[in-house]
């Protein structure tokens, strides 16, 4: 009885080992080129979001912004400004009008406050009323309830203006719509 050796010989202990090591090379190359894909894939993304970002609403707890107003009124003339407010709210609230800036003292509300029950609407009046000899008021009118809506007012005196009378309408409500941003930013709800 003859016995086979099942021992591989060196050499071919050699050709397999310097297989391995080829394949093991190979793979490298392989991975290294797929993590600098990768990581051009990354860098790309980046830049891509960083395009598509939508730009990030301002803060729930800032001031809201209308448009700037501006009235010429004859001399001693007045403007009125009939906000119409409408509580977007589940409870009662007061909303009030109020003036503020150089000339705020021109500035009355008839009326400068109301009490609104849930989904109520309601009306507030800020009068300005330029006296003799003054030809120009600046002033920001505040709209305050659960939210504050602010609004520049100019009016100017002319030898041929007449009264002015504009409206604005104003949902006055809590911030409900939750976003990822609201986790770095304050509570949106009423401030008051």
Do not use: K, Y
Not at 105 to 134: C, I, K
Not at 138 to 160: F, H, K, S
């Amino acid at each position: 009885m003859t016995q086979t050796s099942t021992v591989p010989s060196l050499t071919e202990a050699l050709r397999a080992a310097r297989a391995l090591g080829e394949r093991a090379a190979r793979s490298l190359v392989t991975l290294a080129g797929q993590a600098d894909d990768d990581l051009r894939g990354l860098a790309g993304a980046g830049a891509a979001a960083a395009r598509c970002e939508q730009p990030r609403p301002p803060a729930c707890w800032l001031p809201t912004e209308l448009p700037p107003i501006s009235c010429e009124v004859g001399r001693g003339g007045t403007a009125r400004i009939c906000f119409r407010v409408h509580n977007g709210g589940l409870t009662t609230r007061t909303v009030f009008v109020a003036a503020t800036g150089p000339d705020a003292g021109f500035a009355t509300g008839h009326p400068s406050s109301v009490n609104l029950g849930a989904l109520e609407t309601g009306e507030l009046v800020a009068v300005v009323t330029l006296p003799d000899g003054v030809h120009r008021a600046d002033l920001i009118l505040w709209v305050r309830g659960c939210g504050d809506t602010a609004v520049r007012l100019t009016v100017v005196a002319e030898d041929d203006g007449c009264s002015c009378e504009r409206r604005i309408d104003i949902e006055d409500a809590p911030g409900t719509r939750h976003e990822w941003h609201d986790h770095f930013d304050q509570p949106c709800g009423c401030r008051r």
